[in-house]
């Protein structure tokens, strides 16, 4: 949903197998009857089972849960030492924060949803503008502030 640019899509999904969704209250702990800290590969959807996680400690489905979280929804993408910010968040997010650590640099990164619309108005890292949209990482200890503008 996320390549699809489907944005509402994209987090109701997500939000369907999180487990802190499942957890929230005593009755619906009861229905997931699974443990609320581990990715479950499934939520039955079958009469009596509906709601109850499955498959957890599944080997890959945490490594597939990060991946869609920070990748296809935040949209935090390094190829190569390239950082790019490619989100598919709902346009009821105004805003969030990353902190990225990349060796001894820190990227502080605030992603605003001010236009609610697809592709970045503005990139800025420390204020000054980048036209490429993206920048190169670089390990040598400083810290960067980085804002990108939707």
């Given at each position: 949903?996320?390549?699809?640019?489907?944005?509402d899509k994209t987090l109701k999904l997500f939000n369907m197998i999180n487990p802190i969704e499942h957890s929230?209250?005593?009755?619906?702990?009861?229905?997931?009857?699974?443990?609320?800290?581990?990715?479950?590969?499934?939520?039955?959807?079958?009469?009596?089972?509906?709601?109850?996680?499955?498959?957890?400690?599944?080997?890959?489905?945490?490594?597939?849960?990060?991946?869609?979280?920070?990748?296809?929804?935040?949209?935090?993408?390094?190829?190569?030492?390239?950082?790019?910010?490619?989100?598919?968040?709902?346009?009821?997010?105004?805003?969030?924060?990353?902190?990225?650590?990349?060796?001894?640099?820190?990227?502080?990164?605030?992603?605003?949803?001010?236009?609610?619309?697809?592709?970045?108005?503005?990139?800025?890292?420390?204020?000054?503008?980048?036209?490429?949209?993206?920048?190169?990482?670089?390990?040598?200890?400083?810290?960067?502030?980085?804002?990108?503008?939707?």
């Amino acid at each position: 949903m996320a390549i699809l640019n489907r944005k509402d899509k994209t987090l109701k999904l997500f939000n369907m197998i999180n487990p802190i969704e499942h957890s929230k209250t005593e009755e619906l702990v009861d229905i997931y009857k699974v443990e609320p800290y581990v990715i479950p590969a499934d939520i039955y959807g079958r009469l009596n089972m509906i709601g109850r996680g499955g498959w957890t400690w599944y080997t890959g489905s945490s490594s597939w849960f990060y991946k869609a979280g920070i990748e296809y929804i935040l949209g935090l993408k390094i190829n190569k030492g390239i950082l790019n910010i490619e989100p598919c968040i709902p346009n009821s997010w105004d805003e969030y924060k990353i902190r990225y650590e990349y060796g001894t640099s820190i990227y502080n990164i605030t992603v605003k949803n001010l236009y609610k619309t697809d592709g970045i108005k503005e990139f800025l890292v420390n204020g000054e503008r980048i036209e490429e949209k993206q920048i190169k990482l670089i390990d040598n200890g400083k810290i960067y502030e980085v804002e990108v503008i939707f």
